[in-house]
């Protein structure tokens, strides 16, 4: 690229303009915006305002449109990482308190309520049986004890099942956690 003096230029790898007051050689001397004069070669300027634009004034040597090309190919995704703390958290969660359960409780008897309790117990295991789900916290609710007693009456007629008590810091002593053992061959 050839400069002549008073060119407005840029330098490239710096944030700075200028216009060229003098040329020896390959060095140009350049006179900032802010009146200082500073020399580089030739090669580390680009003039402003050209008709050239500055993509091929930058990559005159280049092939610009390998150089796009490669810039624009989308990023892999980085697989997202799951911390062992979410890991092990369980995938499904079933609220077996009445208000859960049914809009209204009234006129249901105890019997009642602890059968649909079990029931939906029932068939929350079933379903996460089926579709291979190998936690489930039950969440049954501290009162008389009642409703978990039935409940590891009902895990323990399950051979692949192992319960115990759910997290603490989450649930407080009202869940049961359940693990589900998954037969490989299925």
Same mark, same amino acid.
């Given at each position: 690229?050839?400069?002549?003096?008073?060119?407005?230029?840029?330098?490239?790898?710096?944030? *700075?303009?200028?216009?060229?007051?003098?040329?020896?050689?390959?060095?140009?001397?350049?006179?900032?915006?802010?009146?200082?004069?500073?020399?580089?070669?030739?090669?580390?300027?680009?003039?402003?305002?050209?008709?050239? !634009?500055?993509?091929?004034?930058?990559?005159?040597? =280049?092939?610009?449109? !390998?150089? &796009?090309?490669?810039?624009? *190919?989308?990023?892999?995704?980085?697989?997202?990482?799951?911390?062992?703390?979410?890991?092990?958290?369980?995938?499904?969660?079933?609220?077996?308190?009445?208000?859960?359960?049914?809009?209204?409780?009234?006129?249901?008897?105890?019997?009642?309520?602890? !059968? *649909?309790?079990?029931?939906? =117990?029932?068939?929350?295991?079933? $379903?996460?049986?089926?579709?291979? &789900?190998?936690?489930?916290?039950?969440?049954?609710?501290?009162?008389?004890?009642?409703?978990?007693?039935?409940?590891?009456?009902?895990?323990?007629?399950?051979?692949?099942?192992?319960?115990?008590?759910?997290?603490?810091?989450? $649930?407080?002593?009202?869940?049961?956690?359940?693990?589900?053992?998954?037969?490989?061959?299925?």
């Amino acid at each position: 690229m050839t400069f002549k003096v008073n060119d407005q230029v840029m330098v490239t790898d710096e944030d *700075l303009t200028g216009v060229i007051k003098k040329i020896e050689g390959n060095t140009i001397s350049i006179e900032t915006e802010d009146g200082f004069l500073l020399s580089f070669k030739s090669e580390e300027l680009i003039r402003q305002n050209s008709d050239k !634009s500055i993509k091929h004034q930058l990559f005159s040597n =280049a092939d610009i449109d !390998s150089v &796009i090309a490669e810039k624009e *190919l989308p990023k892999r995704k980085q697989p997202k990482r799951i911390s062992p703390k979410d890991r092990f958290e369980p995938t499904m969660e079933v609220d077996l308190h009445i208000h859960q359960l049914v809009k209204s409780s009234r006129g249901m008897s105890n019997h009642d309520m602890l !059968s *649909l309790q079990l029931d939906t =117990a029932k068939h929350k295991l079933e $379903y996460a049986i089926s579709k291979r &789900i190998q936690k489930i916290v039950f969440i049954h609710g501290v009162g008389e004890g009642v409703l978990k007693i039935e409940l590891e009456y009902l895990f323990g007629r399950y051979n692949n099942v192992k319960f115990y008590d759910a997290n603490y810091q989450k $649930y407080g002593l009202g869940a049961t956690e359940v693990y589900i053992y998954q037969n490989p061959a299925n």
